[in-house]
């Protein structure tokens, strides 16, 4: 009888573990679909994009947001540079309009290099959104488990205290 209870208790300890798990990783997956949201949904990177996001994901964001400007911008000073060489870039012969055809071709190509930069980090977060998707699945399936299981000893123990209550000669 006493096994029985016990087993109630284990299992039921091991059940709020395993909902607590399941609600941790339901959040997670919630915060790296909101960033990977917002890395599709914006041109540019910024705080107030990264402001709102988890304090999980919030040094990833920040530290992509300064990197991807960087690296944007040099590919777009290379581009430009590259162009310049080639010849591609027509020669206007008066410097304002020159400084604006520049400028223009360099926010082109710094806009081209944000959005490649932009979507490998969504396929970097569509990975981990996977992951977590599989550890969450598995959590589930254990969760469910453990709640047959429960309900198979709570029977077992309600049978066992019938079996065990005096009858005072009722029977």
């Known amino acids: 009888m006493l096994v029985a209870f016990w087993m109630v208790q284990r299992l039921t300890r091991e059940i709020n573990d395993l909902q607590r798990q399941v609600m941790e990783k339901t959040n997670k997956l919630s915060n790296h679909q909101k960033y990977a949201s917002r890395l599709g949904g914006s ?9 709102g996001l988890s304090p999980e994901l919030l040094p990833r964001a920040t530290m992509f947001a300064q990197y991807s400007d960087q690296a944007s911008s040099m590919s777009a000073m290379q581009n430009l540079h590259m162009m310049k060489m080639m010849g591609r870039v027509p020669m206007t012969g008066n410097p304002m309009m020159q400084m604006q055809l520049e400028y223009s071709a360099f926010n082109q190509f710094k806009q081209e290099a944000l959005k490649a930069l932009k979507q490998q980090e969504i396929t970097q977060m ?30 077992l123990a309600d049978k066992q205290t019938e079996q065990m209550a005096p009858t005072f000669g009722l029977r």
């Open 126 to 155: 569509n990975e981990v959104e996977k992951e977590i998707q599989l550890e969450l699945n598995s959590l589930e399936q254990k969760l469910k488990i453990k709640e047959k299981q429960l309900e198979s000893y709570k029977g």
């Open 43 to 51: 041109t540019i990177l910024g705080l107030n994009n990264i402001a």
